[in-house]
């Protein structure tokens, strides 16, 4: 399993922003894929979005689509989510994956959720 680090985390007010980082212990290019998600307290992980490092290709839950970005440097081994205009209900502890071997990016929450091997998160607390 690829170690991943999550950072970047804070509190902010409502409309404010946030960039997460995510770095890995090691390259993920070649059909892999690294995933943001969320889980707030009393609710299941949910996913947040995803890269695929081979085409850059994502994809974004529709909770978030329009606010957050996520992107990659791979000299760093890091990826990134952007978030702007935050709301409260974005707060939770928000964990990295990164997945080897997948066939396209859709898949990337689910193998992750299987994998069940994730960081130590990083918490994003939003007011209103």
């Known amino acids: 399993q690829v170690q991943v680090v999550e950072s970047g985390g804070g509190s902010v007010q409502a409309g404010g922003s946030l960039r997460l980082s995510c770095a890995a212990s090691?390259?993920?290019?070649?059909?892999?894929?690294m995933g943001w998600f969320r889980q707030a307290p009393g609710k299941e992980r949910e996913g947040v979005a995803a890269?695929?490092?081979?085409?850059?290709?994502?994809t974004y839950a529709d909770s978030v689509k329009g606010r957050f970005t996520i992107s990659q440097d791979n000299a760093k081994n890091t990826v990134y989510l952007q978030m702007n205009s935050l709301k409260p209900e974005d707060t939770a502890m928000y964990y990295c994956?990164?997945?080897?071997?997948?066939?396209?990016?859709?898949?990337?929450?689910?193998?992750?959720?299987?994998?069940?091997?994730w960081g130590q998160g990083t918490q994003v607390t939003v007011s209103s």
């Open positions: 890269l695929y490092t081979d085409d850059g290709r994502t």
């Open positions: 090691e390259s993920i290019t070649g059909s892999g894929c």
């Open positions: 994956a990164a997945v080897r071997r997948v066939p396209y990016v859709g898949v990337c929450w689910s193998r992750a959720k299987e994998n069940n091997y």
